[in-house]
């Protein structure tokens, strides 16, 4: 099976400026988990999405929006671009989001640079 | 609230020499631990992860982790440490499908 995909692998916007970034999944796989990593606060997670539904939300701003489609593919937005917005942003995905024991699997990750 | 927490921000060991990551959990309930592994420039790897069924879990790479509850402590180690060990490695429990993650450890393998 392929692993997950995330495009772009890299980017870079400018303050102010509106993102998208695309994930998509292990196929036959339903929850995906998006997640920013920085050097000065690591890794935090974003959201999660099962079935198209937010399911959980980490405590990022509004500034930060997902979402999933049918097909399990999900992406993030993020708007108004700031500088501290730079950063890894990882997406994973598991099979049925059953929740605790259930492994997810990390895609490449996308690396945004806002200048 | 659940958490994890990693000693050690760095470890250097010489190449064949035993490696120790250390990782304490926080919880209330019985967790539900991992170790990811990421290279540079990469997404994060599973090493291995602990769901109650076995208190020693071993994962890939040589890479095995002992759950003991007493002292709350999910410890990564590999007797023989190997170059490309070089890596940085995490930590998480999981907590209404999200992973917490702790701050991470730098390993570093000498010549």
């Known amino acids: 099976k392929a692993g997950v995909t995330q495009t772009p692998r890299y980017l870079i916007k400018t303050r102010g400026q509106q993102v998208t970034l695309s994930c998509s999944p292990i196929?036959?796989?339903?929850?995906v988990s998006w997640y920013q990593q920085t050097p000065g606060q690591g890794l935090q997670f974003l959201f999660e999405?099962?079935?198209?539904?937010?399911?959980n939300k980490g405590n990022f701003p509004g500034r930060f929006s997902g979402r999933q489609f049918s097909n399990s593919r999900s992406e993030m937005n993020v708007s108004t671009l700031e500088l501290g917005d730079s950063a890894l942003y990882l997406c994973?995905?598991?099979?049925?989001?059953?929740?605790?024991?259930?492994?997810?699997?990390f895609g490449p990750g996308t690396r945004l640079l806002v200048l | 609230a659940q958490s994890v927490t990693q000693l050690g921000s760095h470890v250097s060991v010489s190449e064949g020499a035993l490696v120790l990551l250390r990782c304490n959990y926080s919880s209330s309930v019985p967790p539900y631990l991992f170790w990811y592994v990421q290279y540079p420039n990469q997404g994060l790897q599973l090493l291995l992860k602990?769901?109650?069924?076995?208190?020693l879990v071993k994962g890939i790479n040589g890479f095995e982790a002992e759950f003991k509850k007493s002292e709350t402590s999910f410890h990564l180690t590999k007797p023989s440490a190997h170059m490309s060990d070089a890596a940085e490695y995490f930590c998480a429990v999981i907590v209404s499908y999200k992973l917490i993650f702790g701050s991470g450890t730098r390993l570093l393998v000498r010549p």
């Open positions: 602990y769901t109650s069924a076995a208190t």
């Open positions: 994973a995905s598991s099979p049925s989001g059953s929740g605790r024991e259930e492994t997810q699997y």
């Open positions: 196929s036959g796989h339903r929850s």
């Open positions: 999405y099962f079935s198209e539904t937010q399911r």
